[in-house]
């Protein structure tokens, strides 16, 4: 479970190059939204000749590839590019039954183990989502809450209450099947403030991690996603007390404790556990 | 005359022009340090594609050498493709 | 108090002529009108070899590029240097030398009479009638005079050049007791360009991740304390950790005791929010911090001498707990360089750098690791600024590495979240983007001293071919 998806240009050497410098989980390199019609097979060459230079050792990375029923000329060109490369899978926009079939053969074909993350931007897709979510080939699926709202008129304000229905409903469908529930980015790269509430609406829902769209923006998704110095003392409490007095139910500083909220304290331990020593 | 690449920070400018002759010409700000180095990759990833006849400048800003590579191939898959 | 309002009338009276020594102070930094206006007087009269002492030279300093063409210098000794008299200097050897001291050792030269200078011109931005001067309001106001002082007092003749003569200044930075005569012209500087170039927050995204790594580790080492003092410059970089430790102070509640080195907006701040009891302020950086050293008494002026000279026991760097410093070159050995580029041109100079990192508890150097393609570690360093053995930690984006030297660091931080990585594995890692530079220009003739700040030479400077 990655807390942050970092999106980087496939053509900027400059950012490539320092894709894991930012502390983030894991980077999806775009050949789509941030990569001009007329410079895709630059953003092909240049992210492939860097993979095969320096392949990714502490991080996860991901491609975004452009859309394999809209493009499907340029779309298969990134996909014979990549399909060779040590990295983790890809994002594939506006996913949906027929293009998650589409790619889910040509990986088949090839015998290729790359996952699928699915870019949930469309409203038709919200009724398919778990049989989406329930396919091998996904890891997880990520909400692209900017081109939902153009496509549905509704304004974006950072509330998100007008997005609420369709952040729990991936929330909710990832959950059930144990998978990554990615939230939509926070744009406004400047506003720091913002960032921290929208990156607590997200974790609070039951996100498991955000999509990044600027560096500086890691390290306040990670504070979000990460435990508070108080619900890690609090979870470590409640393990020690049910280890040590060999119960499951029992009563800490005047509340219940049971079974789930122990085992909720050993799965937040271990997820600090995990990500402890990056911030 | 085919065109690649970006004069921004760490990357390079690649222009590929028919040509009788094989010209290779390299403006590199390191190019006290890495002059060599950008030729050999340019030299070999020329070779690796059977280009034997063309003028190619690289105007290089700090690129590493997997850029220039990526920006050449990108130029001599567009130079290819127009059928030069 | 004599006046002159002509450079020409007062060169006669000065009787300046072959071999003479005269220096300038740089607070007026790129903005600076008094070094071109009197130096393009003397670039008319057939004078040679004279022996310039400014402390600082700037890109706007083309009277000096003159003087040299004309062959009317045959010696510069300054503290910092960029721009087209530094490329000149490098191509065209003068005939004793160019010698590049830091902040501290340039006080310390001139207090001890090692360095005699002749006649001071010294840039006052307000002068009273009797003949004191202060930097803190007048049209061209910078500040702190802190690199004028011991001119001021020890030169043998003392011209104060201002554009703005008043009845009386209540506290005097130069004090009307040395000073020969004023003479007043119509600017001496251009208030824009006093204003350092660097002098805001890095927004770009390495620069931050550096600025946090070394954040982490000041923290780690257990710096961050009520009472402790710190310099970072005016950087982009060091104004971020700047800020990061600011918040950390303001999470923690913690007063620091004092901030020195050149001053910004950033740092007078932090002293308007009581986060930090002084500004020891040997340079100003910003107009804010100027209007701050006017009106805050908070806010102190000092001279290098009572900021950086190393024969001086109560320097106020001497209790300076954290510096952090910037890098062009660093080596295995932890030598820094400032002074020149891996092309043997010169871009810099110590300023206070090797000053700072002689005398803080700890000296943090910061830089990217890569910068278009050229990797900051070098197996040695083209020049040495500031020797290896006073710097402590070099963090970068891609890790920390702590000198050896610094075993009592090394211990604590086995013991914190702070990983840290030797120096020679960072090189490495650069080399594996950047590849194995090829040797560098040869060093042939030499065209120059460095010096550390007790006026020992520590390395040379090499003819540019």
């Known amino acids: 479970m990655n807390r942050s998806y970092l999106f980087i240009p496939g053509d900027v050497p400059r950012m490539l190059q320092m894709l894991d410098v930012f502390d983030a989980d894991a980077v999806i390199i775009d050949f789509e939204d941030a990569v001009a019609l007329n410079q895709k097979d630059e953003a092909r060459f240049l992210t492939r000749n860097f993979i095969q230079t320096h392949p990714p050792k502490a991080i996860e990375v991901y491609i975004r590839i452009n859309h394999i029923i809209d493009d499907p000329k340029e779309t298969m060109k990134d996909l014979e590019m990549i399909i060779d490369l040590p990295i983790s899978g890809i994002v594939a926009p506006k996913i949906n039954r027929l293009s998650l079939a589409k790619l889910d053969r040509y990986f088949e074909e090839k015998t290729s183990p790359l996952k699928i993350i699915g870019l949930v931007e469309t409203p038709d897709v919200f009724f398919d989502l778990m049989t989406l979510a329930q396919h091998p080939r996904i890891q997880g699926l990520m909400l692209g809450a900017e081109d939902l709202t153009r496509i549905m008129n509704i304004e974006r304000n950072l509330t998100g209450d007008n997005i609420l229905w369709a952040r729990s409903s991936i929330v909710y469908a990832m959950h059930s099947v144990s998978k990554e529930a990615i939230d939509t980015p926070y744009t406004v790269i400047h506003d720091h403030q913002g960032l921290a509430k929208d990156a607590t609406i997200a974790a609070n829902l039951g996100f498991t991690g955000k999509a990044v769209i600027h560096p500086n923006h890691v390290e306040g998704v990670h504070l979000a996603f990460t435990p508070t110095e108080h619900q890690i003392l609090t979870a470590k409490k409640i393990v020690e007390y049910a280890k040590k007095n060999q119960s499951i139910r029992f009563n800490l500083d005047g509340k219940m404790v049971d079974k789930p909220i122990i085992d909720k304290a050993h799965a937040l331990l271990e997820k600090y556990a995990k990500n402890g020593d990056k911030s | 005359m085919i065109i690649v690449g970006t004069l921004e920070s760490s990357d390079c400018l690649i222009t590929i022009i028919p040509a009788e002759t094989l010209i290779i010409e390299v403006d590199s700000i390191v190019y006290d340090a890495f002059g060599q180095q950008i030729c050999h990759v340019i030299k070999h990833t020329l070779a690796k594609a059977n280009i034997t006849k063309a003028h190619i400048i690289c105007q290089d800003k700090g690129a590493l050498d997997y850029t220039i590579k990526a920006r050449l191939e990108t130029a001599i898959a567009r130079y290819q493709e127009e059928g030069f | ?465």
């Open chain 3, 1 to 465: 108090m004599i006046v002159y309002d002509s450079v020409d009338i007062l060169l006669n009276d000065l009787k300046l002529s072959d071999g003479m020594q005269l220096s300038f102070h740089h607070h007026l930094r790129d903005g600076d009108h008094v070094i071109n206006q009197i130096m393009n007087a003397v670039n008319t009269r057939d004078i040679h070899d004279l022996r310039l002492h400014p402390s600082s030279i700037f890109p706007s300093y083309t009277a000096i590029l003159e003087a040299l063409k004309r062959n009317r210098i045959s010696q510069l000794t300054t503290s910092y240097m960029n721009g087209p008299v530094a490329e000149y200097c490098m191509k065209h050897p003068l005939k004793h030398g160019l010698h590049m001291q830091t902040h501290g050792g340039r006080a310390r030269a001139i207090m001890t009479e090692e360095t005699v200078i002749d006649i001071a011109f010294i840039a006052a931005p307000t002068v009273d009638v009797l003949g004191n001067a202060t930097g803190t309001i007048g049209p061209a106001a910078c500040g702190s005079l802190g690199y004028a002082i011991a001119d001021a007092k020890y030169a043998k003749t003392v011209i104060l050049v201002t554009d703005n003569i008043i009845d009386h200044i209540e506290n005097p930075q130069i004090k009307k007791d040395t000073v020969s005569a004023i003479l007043k012209l119509k600017s001496i500087g251009d208030p824009k360009g006093i204003i350092s170039g660097t002098t805001t927050i890095t927004n770009d995204p390495v620069g931050i991740q550096i600025a946090k790594k070394a954040t982490r580790l000041i923290e780690a080492l257990g710096y961050i304390k009520p009472g402790f003092s710190f310099q970072t410059g005016a950087g982009g970089i060091s104004l971020k950790i700047s800020e990061n430790i600011k918040q950390l102070m303001q999470q923690n509640n913690i007063q620091s005791s004092f901030i020195t080195g050149g001053i910004t907006q950033y740092h007078v701040e932090m002293l308007n929010l009581g986060m930090v009891k002084s500004l020891y302020d040997v340079q100003c950086f910003d107009l804010v911090a100027v209007d701050s050293l006017k009106n805050n008494p908070k806010h102190r002026s000092m001279s290098a001498h009572e900021y950086a000279n190393p024969e001086n026991p109560n320097r106020v760097i001497k209790n300076l707990d954290v510096v952090v410093l910037g890098a062009t070159e660093i080596d295995l050995d932890f030598n820094v360089n400032v002074t020149t580029d891996s092309y043997n041109m010169i871009i810099g100079g110590s300023g206070g750098h090797s000053d700072t990192a002689e005398d803080a508890k700890l000296s943090i150097i910061v830089a990217p690791l890569i910068k278009a393609r050229t990797p900051i570690i070098k197996q040695r360093v083209n020049t040495i600024t500031t020797p290896g053995h006073t710097i402590d930690c070099f963090v970068c984006e891609r890790g920390i590495a702590v000198n050896p030297r610094r075993q009592d660091l090394i211990k604590i931080l086995e013991k914190s979240h702070v990983s840290i990585i030797p120096i020679e594995d960072l090189l490495a890692l650069s080399h594996d983007y950047t590849g194995i530079p090829e040797s560098f220009p040869s060093k042939k003739e030499v065209i120059g001293n460095v010096y550390d700040r007790h006026g020992r030479i520590i390395d040379y400077l090499y003819l540019k071919e």
